[in-house]
T-cell receptor, first 114, second 117 residues
Framework: NAGVTQTPKFRILKIGQSMTLQCTQD?????MYWYRQDPGMGLKLIYY???????DKGEVPNGYNVSRSTTEDFPLRLELAAPSQTSVYFC?????????????FGPGTRLTVL | AQKVTQAQTEISVVEKEDVTLDCVYE???????LFWYKQPPSGELVFLIR??????QNEISGRYSWNFQKSTSSFNFTITASQVVDSAVYFC??????????????FGSGTRLQVQP
């Protein structure tokens, strides 16, 4: 049971480039989330998904897109990367909608935009 | 709106000292859940504890203890006899049942704990 896996671990992008951050979970969780963590700050929600085919915006969605074609995968797409998107990105999952559920986090992707 | 405040940005202690990390939250919901996560230098997020809004009983797990006080909207975390391995960033987080509808965590900004040998 690998839990939540993210690739790549590190990436440097030039301004205006695009990339996709991959996230996969093998726990059959319906809920998946993308957060970003800026230096010295807590995590902020970018997008979330309540199941395959259903996604919705979080607190800071601008500049990002997501899709959820399967239960396991929840990729995050950055179009036209900007320095403000330099951050650590965490993917997480939880089994259902109950607020008491612990969220399981991936190891994070450290992205630098120069 | 939901909000979590961790006013202590950084705390430095010497090994074996006790240390308390403060967490104050805001929510309009009556049912909610509070969490603490640890982020060691390696960067991953480690779940420590969950507490629901109806259970104000304090919890102790080894050297860790949590004090939940609804009257002051606080959920503080105490490490007794701190060790160097406790050095990490600690996050308090809130998940309210209905306020945002997102079922996502609202995080505080974290407290960096440095335990000196």
């Amino acid at each position: 049971n690998a839990g939540v896996t993210q690739t790549p671990k590190f990436r440097i992008l030039k301004i205006g480039q695009s990339m996709t951050l991959q996230c996969t979970q093998d726990m059959n969780h319906n809920y998946m989330y993308w957060y970003r963590q800026d230096p010295g700050m807590g995590l902020k929600l970018i997008y979330y998904s309540v199941g395959a085919g259903i996604t919705d915006k979080g607190e800071v969605p601008n500049g990002y897109n997501v899709s959820r074609s399967t239960t396991e995968d929840f990729p995050l797409r950055l179009e036209l990367a900007a320095p403000s998107q330099t951050s650590v990105y965490f993917c997480a999952s939880s089994p259902d909608r109950a607020a008491y559920n612990e969220q399981f986090f991936g190891p994070g992707t450290r992205l630098t935009v120069l | 709106a939901q909000k979590v405040t961790q006013a202590q940005t950084e705390i430095s202690v010497v090994e074996k000292e006790d240390v308390t990390l403060d967490c104050v939250y805001e929510t309009r919901d009556t049912t909610y859940y509070l969490f603490w996560y640890k982020q060691p230098p390696s960067g991953e997020l480690v779940f420590l504890i969950r507490r629901n809004s109806f259970d104000e009983q304090n919890e102790i797990s080894g050297r860790y203890s949590w004090n939940f006080q609804k009257s002051t909207s606080s959920f503080n975390f105490t490490i007794t006899a701190s060790q160097v391995v406790d050095s990490a960033v600690y996050f308090c987080a809130l998940n309210a049942d209905r306020e945002t509808g997102r079922r996502a965590l609202t995080f505080g900004s974290g407290t960096r704990l440095q335990v000196q040998p």
